[in-house]
């Protein structure tokens, strides 16, 4: 925080009065978390005596955030003239936290040049909010899309007047709720939000993004579009549509490979068998050759190790360990019998699985894992909100946990585009007992919330996974998440860039290679720092290894019963899959 007579040069300045407040901090969070360097000033009455006293306490900066408390505080004892000379310093403000008071109306009508006459409570709990289609420069992939909140009973609307002078770009029912107004050689954003969402909140296991929709994405929605490529984002957003479970049969259930195929291909989408690999022998010779022949992208990707219950779910380091490395063994020798790859990326079976889990995973060489739930479901403590809202989850062993949704909503996958996270769909063979007229809708709705939209395989998706923001210096820099990383320079100049990478695990011996060849790299707090430059066109491919000092092998093997036990309970689920749901259709 800075006060009288302190210069900063941040991005970003959030107005308090005289000591911040939590929803002052809690702006703070969101705009650092997004990559902007955000100050926090506090106004006094003395600090607002005239112009120039007010220039030099808030410093100049592309945007300015205040509560419209904080305004109205500075109203109250320096006359709203002084509020004015306030919101002209920066090129974007928002105004934020109004309640339905005289005082708040009297900042709303006059910042806004009458063109919003007060504000009041929302009076629908279950109200649905829209998002305009006009303003995909602020709005993104959100653009034209509805989204229904959990509870928007604490927000505001606003009364808009008919003058024209307003853009709303949501509305909650049929009322503005996030508002721009043109004000002189600013624009300013009036957003009915009460409280901003708390970046260090703890979120429960299944929690959908979609409820902190009002308290955070049009923070995110203002601060990306006022500040651009200085923010952390994604230019090169990807997507893939995994299928849980199916053998690689001509028919399993209702999905039928030849007709997926077939929708794949005209569509040019991309879709991934979550394969379990104890079926690693009982392959199609027909269908295999079919994927080989129509499909140039890995298939398959690893889905658990028997599909037992809750089988990586356990704590027991040693048989976590022996499972991760025979699930690989097995897809390996998959891919030897049938000539299907794979990719090294484990889908846990029933979405559950431990730290302990994670930590098998990274020992014995995934690339990541991508699962409904990014949360072990042993773990009491939950994660924080800046955890889930980051592309990949990272705080189990530094390994990358992605997060994968059903396409039952696309505003939840607009959520995870905003946020620069892949678009990543998962369903089970009943999806398509209709046929494949919902997959092909899915793919459409998807493609049309972001004209860059790649679709590809999941190690490809989790190789090149990251977010990018351009330094006044002109240095990229980007944050990456897995051990295998490629980097291509797409621009027409030769560019610098900055990696960063968590690493947080203590007593391990890291080593950092670029095509082979060793790359210095350096320890800053819990990142490892790499530079480098590439030529127009240039690829880099990265590699950080890591040895925990500890680490050792496991002689975990399946013993006869369990396997005996396996094949039942798979003959079980194949009958049910390929016999009783079929047949409940029919029926």
């Known amino acids: 925080m800075i006060g009288p007579n302190q210069q900063d040069t941040g991005d970003v300045v959030v107005l308090c009065w005289q000591a911040p407040v939590p929803s002052d901090r809690h702006v703070h969070k969101i705009a650092a978390f997004l990559g902007a360097q955000p100050t926090l000033v506090s106004l006094t009455a003395d600090a607002l005596r005239d112009e120039a006293s007010i220039r030099q306490l808030v410093p100049t900066c592309s945007c300015l955030i205040v509560a419209a408390e904080t305004l109205a505080r500075a109203a109250d004892d320096v006359g709203i003239k002084k509020v004015h000379s306030l919101i002209n310093l920066a090129k974007h403000v928002l105004i934020y936290g109004f309640e339905p008071t005289d005082r708040h109306n009297a900042i709303v009508k006059d910042l806004s040049s009458g063109g919003l006459v007060r504000t009041h409570p929302t009076t629908d709990s279950d109200a649905t909010f829209y998002?305009?289609?006009?303003?995909?420069?602020?709005?993104?992939?959100?653009?034209?899309?509805?989204?229904?909140?959990?509870?928007?009973?604490?927000e505001s609307a606003f009364l808009e007047s008919s003058d024209g002078r307003q853009s709303v770009m949501i509305r909650v029912g049929d009322e503005p709720f996030f508002v721009r107004v043109n004000s002189g050689g600013s624009q300013v954003f009036f957003l009915g939000s009460h409280e901003p969402a708390d970046l260090d909140d703890k979120v429960e296991r299944r929690t959908r993004p979609l409820a902190w929709f009002s308290n955070l994405v049009p923070f995110v929605m203002f601060l990306r579009g006022s500040l651009g490529n200085r923010l952390w984002h994604n230019d090169h957003p990807k997507a893939c549509f995994i299928i849980d479970d199916p053998r690689l049969t001509n028919r399993y259930g209702f999905l039928e490979y030849r007709r997926l195929l077939e929708s794949m291909r005209r569509l040019r989408f991309s879709a991934c068998?979550?394969?379990?690999?104890?079926?690693?022998?009982?392959?199609?010779?027909?269908?295999?050759?079919?994927?080989?022949?129509?499909?140039?992208?890995?298939f398959l990707c690893v889905h658990g190790c028997d599909h037992t219950k809750e089988e990586f779910a356990t704590t027991d380091v040693e048989s976590l360990s022996g499972k991760a490395r025979l699930s690989l063994e097995r897809m390996r020798a998959h891919r030897h019998l049938s000539g299907v790859p794979f990719d090294d990326v484990m889908v846990f079976p029933q979405g559950r699985f431990s730290a302990e889990a994670v930590t098998a995973l990274k020992a014995s060489g995934y690339?990541?894992?991508?699962?409904?739930?990014?949360?072990?479901?042993?773990?009491?403590?939950?994660?924080?909100?800046?955890?889930?809202?980051?592309?990949?989850?990272?705080?189990?062993?530094?390994?990358?946990?992605?997060?994968?949704?059903?396409?039952?909503?696309?505003?939840?996958?607009?959520?995870?585009?905003?946020?620069?996270?892949?678009?990543?769909?998962?369903?089970?063979?009943?999806?398509?007992?209709d046929g494949y007229g919902p997959l092909e809708t899915f793919v459409e709705g998807?493609?049309?919330?972001?004209?860059?939209?790649?679709?590809?395989?999941?190690?490809?998706?989790?190789?090149?996974?990251?977010?990018?923001?351009?330094?006044?210096?002109?240095?990229?820099?980007?944050?990456?998440?897995?051990?295998?990383?490629?980097?291509?320079?797409?621009?027409?100049?030769?560019?610098?860039?900055?990696?960063?990478?968590?690493?947080?695990?203590?007593?391990?011996?890291?080593?950092?290679?670029?095509?082979?060849?060793?790359?210095e790299s350096t320890h800053e707090g819990d990142k490892l720092k790499m530079c480098l430059s590439l030529d127009p066109g240039q690829v880099a491919d990265i590699e950080v290894r890591s040895e925990a000092s500890d680490s050792t092998d496991s002689s975990w093997m399946p013993t006869e019963v369990h396997n005996a036990k396996v094949w039942i309970r798979r003959l079980l689920c194949e009958f049910r899959d390929n016999h009783v749901d079929t047949a409940r259709v029919l029926g």
């Open 367 to 433: 690339l990541a894992s991508v699962n409904g739930a990014v949360c072990p479901s042993t773990r009491v403590p939950r994660l924080a909100l800046r955890d889930v809202l980051d592309v990949a989850v990272t705080r189990f062993a530094d390994f990358p946990l992605f997060g994968r949704r059903y396409p039952h909503d696309l505003a939840e996958f607009a959520f995870d585009l905003l946020m620069g996270k892949p678009a990543i769909a998962v369903e089970h063979h009943g999806y398509f007992r």
């Open 446 to 519: 998807l493609n049309s919330l972001d004209e860059r939209l790649e679709w590809t395989n999941l190690a490809t998706i989790c190789s090149s996974a990251c977010l990018t923001r351009e330094a006044k210096g002109g240095d990229v820099y980007i944050r990456f998440y897995t051990s295998r990383f490629r980097l291509k320079n797409s621009g027409t100049r030769t560019q610098r860039y900055v990696l960063l990478k968590r690493e947080t695990e203590t007593g391990a011996r890291r080593s950092v290679t670029l095509g082979g060849r060793e790359l």
């Open 131 to 154: 998002v305009a289609k006009g303003y995909r420069e602020w709005c993104g992939q959100f653009s034209g899309l509805s989204v229904r909140a959990t509870d928007v009973s604490r």
């Open 273 to 298: 068998i979550a394969f379990i690999p104890w079926n690693y022998r009982r392959s199609s010779k027909e269908v295999a050759a079919l994927v080989s022949l129509n499909y140039d992208l890995p």
